[in-house]
């Protein structure tokens, strides 16, 4: 069993990290089961979860359609997702050692340790697609 264990967690951890882009739980569910099918959702996802923690894979808190999603990359980065299908893509700041230092806790006595921005936008797939419509909102 404990063999087991260590081996469904290695298929998770190599399925994030052959992922290009950010997955959520249920994307690496899919894909997994399409080839294993004998493990259950529940334990995909508790390996998911251990990963995270054990900072073997990054982990973005749910924002925009309120889905979790997993990232290949553990360094420091941040993140955007499309309003319109929820995706996921990586920001970078120019500057992106001085983030923290420009941002002030408007409570008292609240000291950042770390921190992450997420931005929201519309990806090349959806203003693409809202161009042949006609129904961009987003020109240029
Ligand atoms: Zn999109
Ligand atoms: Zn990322």
Redesign the pocket.
Known sequence: MERRNTMQKALTYETVMSYNGHPSADDIYRIIASEHSSISKATVYRNLSLLSEEGKIGRIEAFGNGEVHYDHRIDRHHHGY??????VVDIELSDDNDFLGMATPVEDGFVITSGEIIFEG??????E?EKKNGTERIKN
């Open positions: 499309c309003r319109s299908c929820g995706r519309i990806c090349r797939e959806c203003r697609k």
